[in-house]
């Protein structure tokens, strides 16, 4: 017999893993009694007349009508149609009418219900708990769905995760919205921290239906409508640049040179682009290509001065856009509508690398310092012990990781043993906030600007261990 509060945790511990950070699957529907093995499952297109049948196969997947089998409802949407991007748990349907996503929602429900409040230690970590966080997002997808999407800085976002900058918890907030059917637009990673963006319906992000050219068992789900994606890990991107969706000043085709001139020595720009509407770019007009016009026809037009413009969208991987950059200066920024929205200069990025060039060289004298205080202090045999029973990983203090420093130092008996008149607690709390900064930083999206506290943690932690570990 199961003692009741075995059964209370149990419930605890499912409650917590269905809220914190994870995207719920059709497996879970199954384990928690709202879907059976064998159920029927259908995906009615009355606009197209085609109707789709399914089962739900022994392991949790969907098994379509020709034997195929799906981890993802998206992905099993796709195939069964052959083209176009779904949100699977929009599409399918149990016999009674209601859709995945209806049961989704009743499996969350019932997690919110179980859930305890946060800890106090955890309180201090996050404004927002598990279960006010999914009644924010419930309410969130309620709005969307009623044409009212909720807006809000990407800063506001990220606090309902009690996170002030993106990386690791990146991952978490994808696997939340998802389960609400949600997503940001423009999406919340690939764009600067200040920037407002809307919490909306995945299946309003979808693309026109376009019949597939390959085998439908290796299309690949668009990120706005998958529910099975895999970790990415986010670097910089157009979009984080603050200038990329600041606006832009312009002028149309028809503008006079005069006018051009006027605003160019007004706000200091080198080049200006030519649009005939947000959406339709002629081209740019520089101090170059007027000069250029104006010699070659003293009684030239400004059309004749338009010369190319390059142009990307904001999600673009800023690393793939060096090449244009060095060769014309600026690129415009296209938003999530396909408008003109900014425009990113050479400057910029030099700007940009260097904030995060400043982020890297502390990391790295801190990183350094802490394995020469180990070096110093232990013989590499006390260290693995510790860090590498295995012997795998470790054949020099060199092969250590930030993590590997704390588990050595964390030890009361090595902690002793260094002699240090400080409280090993404190600094090893110190040490593991510190951990986190820096994974965020060396693996993630690292564009966002260290928070001043954060980064006088670093310093501070680098000025003791210069004082104490020479």
């Not at 900014?342 to 502390?362: C, E, N, R, S, W």
Request: overall charge negative; glycine content about 8%; charged content about 25%.
């Amino acid at each position: 017999m199961t003692d009741s509060s075995t059964g209370s945790g149990e419930a605890q511990s499912r409650a917590r893993y269905l809220l914190d950070g994870r995207r719920v699957t059709v497996a879970d529907l199954v384990s928690g009694g709202l879907l059976k093995e064998g159920e029927r499952l259908r995906f009615v297109r009355p606009r197209v007349g085609e109707s789709h049948e399914a089962t739900v196969a022994p392991r949790g997947w969907i098994r379509l009508s020709d034997g195929e089998e799906f981890r993802s409802p998206s992905k099993a949407a796709m195939v069964a149609v052959g083209y176009g991007t779904f949100d699977g748990w929009e599409a399918w349907q149990v016999d009674d009418g209601r859709y995945l996503t209806q049961l989704r929602q009743e499996l969350l429900d019932h997690a919110a219900e179980e859930a305890e409040p946060p800890a106090a230690e955890e309180q201090q970590q996050t404004s927002v708990s598990p279960k006010e966080r999914h009644t924010r997002l419930k309410e969130a997808r309620e709005s969307a769905e009623a044409g009212r999407p909720l807006s809000l800085s990407v800063q506001e976002l990220l606090a309902w995760w009690g996170a002030t900058g993106r990386g690791l918890v990146n991952d978490q907030i994808e696997a939340e919205l998802a389960n609400h059917s949600l997503i940001t637009s423009p999406e919340f990673d690939k764009v600067p921290l200040t920037t407002t963006v809307h919490l909306v319906k995945a299946a309003e992000e979808e693309v026109d239906d376009v019949p597939l050219t390959g085998s439908p068992a290796t299309i690949t789900v668009s990120a706005g409508a998958s529910d099975e994606q895999e970790s990415r890990e986010t670097g910089l991107t157009v979009g984080t640049l603050p200038s990329a969706l600041g606006g832009v000043i312009s002028v149309k085709p028809t503008a006079t040179f005069e006018e051009v001139i006027t605003l160019m020595m007004l706000h200091d720009f080198s080049q200006l682009p030519v649009l005939a509407g947000p959406h339709n770019l002629r081209g740019s007009v520089s101090w170059k290509s007027i000069a250029r016009a104006r010699h070659a026809d003293p009684g030239a037009h400004l059309s004749q001065a338009i010369v190319d413009a390059r142009d990307v969208r904001y999600d673009h991987d800023l690393i793939d856009v060096l090449p244009t950059l060095a060769e014309h200066d600026f690129i415009l920024v296209r938003d999530q509508r396909n408008a003109i929205a900014g425009i990113v200069t050479a400057a910029d990025v030099a700007q940009a690398y260097g904030d995060l060039a400043g982020h890297f060289l502390l990391i790295g004298e801190m990183d350094r310092r802490l394995r020469q205080v180990i070096a110093g202090a232990f013989t590499l045999p006390e260290v693995t012990k510790l860090c590498d029973a295995e012997g795998e990983r470790i054949t020099s203090f060199g092969d250590m990781t930030v993590g590997d420093y704390q588990r050595v130092l964390e030890n009361p008996e090595l902690w002793e043993q260094l002699g240090w008149p400080l409280d090993r607690k404190v600094f090893i709390a110190r040490l593991e906030e510190i951990r986190k900064i820096r994974n965020n930083v060396m693996h993630f999206n690292s564009s966002d600007p260290l928070p001043k506290a954060d980064v006088d943690k670093i310093r501070n932690l680098n000025k003791l261990l210069r004082e104490y570990g020479e």
